[in-house]
C-alpha cells in the first residue's frame, strides 16, 4: 500500500457513518458515529479490546496487533449493526515529531488569495518532509502581512510581504506505512491519520477552554502525552514516556503481586493522595507464584498509596518542566484537563492542580449525542475526538470556507496540507 492510497477514500462522496479507531498500549477502542438531519454526530456503536503488539506507539508484534485491531472493530459494528469500510486513525504522540516554521512570500500588492496561501503551505511541508518525514498535521498559528500582525484570514487583504507562523506535526512514513498495513489486514482503509492529542483535544474541550488557552494532559497505560490549545489553535505537543502501566508495575514489585492484581489493586484501592485513614485501611495482596487457597499478604493503604504518589508527581513534574523548557507556560493560562485510562486513579487531578498550579477537571468526550457510560469514559476520548475530525473533513468536503463561520476557516486552514496532498 503506497503512503498517499490511504487518502484516496476521502475523495469519495461525504457519508453519514464516521469510525475512529484508537490504537493504544494498553487497549485499541473503535467507535462509529452517524451524522444526523441536524448534522450533529450520535454513537451509534463501539467497541475495546486489550491491546497487543504495540510499545510506545510503535509496532513490536503485527500479528497479534491486528488481531486486537480486529476484535475491537468487530464489537462496534455488531453493536451498530454496521459494516466499516473506512477509519480515522489516530497516532500516538510517541512516535510523532513537532515542527514550528516561519514561512514568507512575496505578494507584490495584490490581493491575498487562496493561491497564496496554497503556496505558504506547500513550502512548510516541504520543509519538513525534506527530512524524510510525512505531515499529519499542518496548523497556522497566525499571518502577519508587512506590518500587520495577528490576522487569522488575510484573503482578500493587500500588501507586499506575507509571512506565516505555522506548526506542523509529522510521522515517519514507514510508521504510517505499518499502521496501513495492520488496519488492511483488518479489510478497511485509512481515512486519515490524527495525532491523538489533537483528537483528545477536539473530544474533551469546551470552547473557551480551546481560545483561552489550556493543557490537555492524556494519560495513557505506556505514555502520558501533553498539548496546549490557545486561540483555537494546537500550539505545542510533547510525550512523556510514563504512563498508568508504570504504576501498575511499581505495585507488582513493591509488593511481589502478579500484574493482574497489582491492576485491580490500584483501581479498588489507589490514590494519589494520602488521607488520614490510609494506615488503618487493610488490603490483602495475592502474592507471585502461591495458589488460589493462600491468604496472601496484607498491607494498608497507606502503603498502597506511598507507591503510587512518587510515580505520579514524577509525571507531573516532568509535564511541567517541559513546558517551561518549551516556553509555553504563558499561553497554555492556568486551565487543566485531565484525561485518558490513567486519569481515573483517585486523587490525580487533586496532585496535578498542586504541582502544575493550574485548576484542573477530568476530561470526558463531550460532543457527541448519545454516548452511554461506556463511551463517557476518558479513555474513550480520542477515539471520540477522531468520529469529530472525520465531521470536520466531512464539512470541508461540502462546505466553502466562506459559508464556515470563524472556527471553519480557522478548520480549513488547519486542512490546507492535507488538501496540497492529495490534489497538487
Not at 97 to 124: F, M, P, T
Not at 141 to 164: A, C, N, Q, V
Not at 376 to 390: E, H, I, Q
Amino acid at each position: 500500500m503506497s503512503l498517499l492510497s490511504f487518502r484516496k477514500h476521502r475523495k469519495l462522496a461525504v457519508k453519514d457513518t464516521i469510525a475512529g479507531l484508537d490504537i493504544g498500549t494498553s487497549k485499541v477502542s473503535c467507535g462509529i458515529a452517524r451524522l444526523d438531519a441536524s448534522g450533529k454526530l450520535r454513537i451509534i456503536g463501539y467497541g475495546h479490546q486489550a491491546s497487543r503488539g504495540l510499545k510506545a506507539g510503535m509496532i513490536v508484534d503485527m500479528e497479534a496487533l491486528t488481531a486486537s485491531v480486529v476484535r475491537a472493530i468487530h464489537a462496534a459494528e455488531q453493536m451498530a449493526e454496521e459494516t466499516l469500510q473506512e477509519v480515522f486513525l489516530s497516532v500516538s504522540p510517541a512516535i510523532t515529531k513537532a515542527h514550528s516554521l516561519r514561512i514568507e512570500a512575496n505578494i507584490s500588492g495584490h490581493a491575498i488569495d487562496v493561491a497564496d496561501l496554497k503556496k505558504i503551505a506547500a513550502q512548510a511541508c516541504q520543509e519538513v518532509e525534506r527530512s524524510g518525514n510525512h505531515v499529519i498535521h499542518m496548523i497556522p498559528m497566525g499571518y502577519d502581512i508587512d506590518d500587520s500582525h495577528g490576522i487569522k484570514d488575510p484573503r482578500g487583504m493587500f500588501g507586499e510581504t506575507l509571512r506565516s507562523s505555522i506548526s506542523l506535526i509529522s510521522v515517519h512514513p514507514s510508521i504510517l506505512r505499518n499502521f496501513a498495513a495492520c488496519v488492511e489486514r483488518c479489510h478497511l482503509a485509512v481515512s486519515g491519520f490524527v495525532s491523538s492529542s489533537y483528537a483528545s483535544g477536539l473530544a474533551t474541550l469546551v470552547e473557551d477552554e480551546l481560545e483561552l488557552g489550556t493543557t490537555l494532559i492524556d494519560m495513557g497505560a505506556g505514555t502520558t502525552s501533553i498539548a496546549v490549545f490557545h486561540d483555537s489553535q494546537l500550539y505545542y505537543t510533547d510525550t512523556i514516556l510514563v504512563g498508568g502501566a508504570h504504576v501498575t508495575a511499581d505495585i507488582a514489585r513493591g509488593f511481589a503481586t502478579p500484574m493482574i492484581h497489582a491492576e485491580r489493586l490500584k483501581a479498588l484501592y489507589g490514590s494519589a493522595m494520602v488521607s488520614s485513614n490510609d494506615d488503618r485501611e487493610k488490603i490483602v495482596v495475592p502474592q507471585i507464584g502461591e495458589d488460589e487457597n493462600h491468604k496472601g499478604s496484607q498491607i494498608t493503604r497507606g502503603e498502597l498509596v506511598r507507591i503510587i504518589r512518587p510515580r505520579i508527581e514524577e509525571t507531573f513534574e516532568l509535564i511541567r518542566d517541559r513546558i517551561k523548557a518549551a516556553g509555553v507556560h504563558k499561553i497554555a493560562g492556568k486551565r487543566l484537563v485531565i484525561t485518558g485510562g490513567a486519569s481515573q486513579l483517585a486523587g490525580v487531578n487533586q496532585l496535578a492542580n498542586l504541582i502544575l498550579e493550574k485548576q484542573g477537571r477530568l476530561g470526558k468526550p463531550l460532543h457527541l449525542l448519545g454516548l452511554e457510560q461506556g463511551s463517557r469514559n476518558p479513555m474513550f476520548s480520542t477515539c471520540a475526538g477522531l468520529m469529530m475530525y472525520g465531521k470536520t473533513t466531512q464539512n470541508n468536503l461540502t462546505e466553502l470556507p466562506e459559508k464556515q463561520g470563524q472556527n471553519g476557516v480557522n478548520q480549513f486552514f488547519s486542512q490546507i496540507g492535507s488538501w496540497l496532498r492529495e490534489n497538487l
